[in-house]
């Protein structure tokens, strides 16, 4: 295996490990986690540690990802993180960018720069349920690349399209996911009496 590298990923081993892929699929199986914890008001913090992917378990070399969600004053926070929307729209940016850059280097385009824009309309209406009628997310997410490299406008627009047609996050947004909720009492922590 060769350790040429493209826009930064190591083209040969991601093309050696689609054939792997290919003759055992059950390499594709991921499952991805994190805990969140409240930290009081809005402010709650995810922590990742580890993953599953291609049939083992694999945990952060350096340390957890920790990941904050807050809310802006305006929105009865205390601006300590990005709120969930905000998140969501940081998450739907990467995957798509991520998406690409890979694309790009799978076909062995160079990339100088990918840049994206991201905002999106959310009435807050549906969240305070003050109405029935309007939606609580959001009502739409507008998406704008600025890509430099040496490809063609037309390779650029594909590359645009493959993210799209390929990026988890844009799938899971534009589509519905089954998500299974469940509540479990927590056990208090108080120290035992003497």
């Known amino acids: 295996m060769s350790n040429s590298t493209i826009n930064g990923v190591p083209a040969e081993q991601m093309k050696d490990t689609v054939e792997?892929?290919?003759?055992?699929?059950?390499l594709a199986r991921c499952n991805f986690r994190l805990q969140n914890r409240w930290m009081g008001g809005a402010h709650n913090r995810s922590t990742?540690?580890?993953?599953?992917?291609?049939?083992?378990?694999?945990?952060?070399?350096?340390?957890?990802?920790?990941?904050?969600?807050?809310?802006?004053?305006?929105?009865?926070?205390?601006?300590?993180?990005?709120?969930?929307?905000?998140?969501?729209?940081?998450a739907l940016a990467g995957c798509l960018t991520t998406t690409l850059v890979y694309r790009a280097a799978a076909l062995g385009i160079h990339l100088e720069q990918v840049e994206t824009?991201?905002?999106?309309?959310?009435?807050?209406?549906?969240?305070?349920?003050?109405?029935?009628?309007?939606?609580?997310?959001?009502?739409?997410?507008?998406?704008?690349?600025?890509?430099?490299g040496d490809a063609s406008e037309e390779e650029l627009r594909a590359l645009v399209e493959h993210a799209q047609a390929h990026s988890p996050v844009?799938?899971?947004?534009?589509?519905?996911?089954?998500?299974?909720?469940?509540?479990?009492?927590?056990?208090?922590?108080?120290?035992?009496?003497?």
């Open 20 to 26: 792997a892929i290919k003759d055992r699929p059950s």
């Open 48 to 90: 990742i540690t580890s993953f599953e992917a291609a049939g083992e378990t694999h945990v952060s070399d350096q340390r957890p990802f920790v990941v904050g969600n807050g809310e802006h004053p305006v929105l009865f926070g205390k601006d300590e993180a990005p709120n969930p929307v905000e998140n969501l729209l940081h």
């Open 117 to 148: 824009r991201l905002d999106g309309d959310l009435d807050l209406r549906g969240l305070l349920g003050l109405s029935g009628e309007v939606r609580k997310g959001y009502e739409k997410i507008r998406v704008r690349f600025r890509i430099k």
């Open 170 to 194: 844009y799938d899971v947004v534009r589509n519905p996911v089954p998500v299974e909720v469940k509540v479990e009492r927590a056990v208090s922590t108080a120290p035992a009496a003497c």
